[in-house]
């Protein structure tokens, strides 16, 4: 598996089949750790960095032979890739953005279904996130933990035993664990009830973030929730504390779509037709635009306004449509304006498929 078979598919995040997953994109959980012999990245120099990137590689390479982890697991070396298929990962939710504009030896380990990656050298020596579809924090959070303590049987983490696991930034100090959902709240946006509970969860240590995380701003009404701290509290205990939150979440949100539906259907349906017809006819659109029409067809096609298009081809297209992964798809660099208009042909070809070469759709 490489990089440009990995642009040809799909994560199993992306694929629509957790609990849910109207609403949950996805679950999250992701590990922070350090290496106890060398020091934080932020003070490390390139000999510790290619020292620690050489010590867990060949953690990870005996866990493939032992055959406790997947075979066709594949390892990147993020310093010597391209900007865009640096920026690739990060579309993918595959690497952060600090991991992708870092300096230095760093790497990350991806298995083919994209549920794990495994962050070597990003803000902490070792990141390790597990990716479920739907609400599965749970059985997330179960092989994060499974992988962690495989990894931790021929490595010393820095562990204190006042505070627990020592982290680079001292909100993940103690379990080192974030727990996230990535939730698609457009009703609670349209009836203007989202800053509202927003304030809710900011009042019990729950931050919200956009798509791609901590510093990047909501797009199509896809939001991530996940815990502030990690200090004083386990893991089970961290886990639970959003995995409660989040069907209250979901009932708000399943209360403005029914809302929508009986008050103003009207309006919605022209709203979602409409999104639905520019994705499908335009000659030339952005990213940003895309997120939202797609937002509003996803919708869209939940409430049963639009037939036969499946969520997992939506969720693809959120991703598919992306800078990077347009370009990916394409074999070339393309500039903004090139991008808008492959996107576009992306996806009429996508969306029209009883359309054939020729027809004004795909012109």
């Known amino acids: 598996m490489n990089l440009d078979e990995l642009a040809q598919s799909t994560g199993e995040w992306l694929r629509g089949s957790g609990p849910e997953s109207d609403i949950v994109v996805s679950s999250r959980v992701r590990l922070a750790r350090n290496l106890a012999d060398f020091p934080f990245i932020s003070r490390a120099t390139e000999a510790d960095r290619v020292e620690i990137e050489k010590i867990l590689h060949g ?178 205990e961290l886990a639970k504390k959003v995995a409660d939150v989040v069907p209250v979440l979901i009932e708000y949100e399943r209360q403005a779509r029914d809302f929508l539906v009986r008050e103003s259907h009207d309006t919605l349906h022209d709203r979602v037709s409409r999104a639905f017809g520019i994705l499908r006819t335009a000659q030339t659109i952005t990213s940003e635009e895309t997120m939202h029409l797609l937002s509003s067809v996803r919708m869209g096609v939940n409430l049963g306004l639009i037939g036969e298009l499946p969520i997992p081809m939506i969720n693809k297209l959120l991703i598919h449509t992306q800078p990077a992964h347009l370009q990916k798809l394409a074999g070339m660099e393309l500039d903004q304006s090139d991008r808008n208009v492959e996107r576009a042909t992306y996806l009429r070809r996508h969306l029209n498929p009883e359309s054939k070469p020729g027809d004004p759709a795909n012109n």
């Not at 909501?218 to 991530?224: C, L, V």
């Open 59 to 236: 953690r990870i390479e005996s866990l493939q032979v032992s055959g406790r982890a997947p075979q066709d697991l594949m390892y990147v070396d993020v310093g010597e890739l391209p900007a865009i298929d640096r920026q690739f990962l990060v579309e993918r939710q595959l690497i952060s953005r600090e991991h992708a504009e870092s300096e230095g030896a760093r790497a990350v380990a991806i298995d083919k279904a994209e549920q794990f990656s495994v962050m070597i050298n990003e803000e902490d020596h070792l990141r390790i996130q597990v990716m479920h579809s739907g609400l599965d924090l749970a059985a997330a959070w179960q092989q994060a933990d499974e992988l962690d303590d495989m990894v931790e049987e021929h490595v010393t983490y820095a562990f204190n035993d006042r505070l627990g696991y020592l982290t680079a930034c001292p909100t993940n100090v103690g379990t080192g664990l974030r727990v996230s959902v990535m939730l698609h709240l457009p009703a609670l946006v349209i009836t203007r009830q989202i800053e509202k509970v927003f304030k809710s969860l900011q009042k019990i240590n729950l931050a919200v973030r956009g798509l791609y995380g901590e510093g990047s701003q909501a797009t199509g009404d896809f939001y991530q929730i996940s815990n502030q701290l990690t200090l004083g509290q386990t893991e089970e």
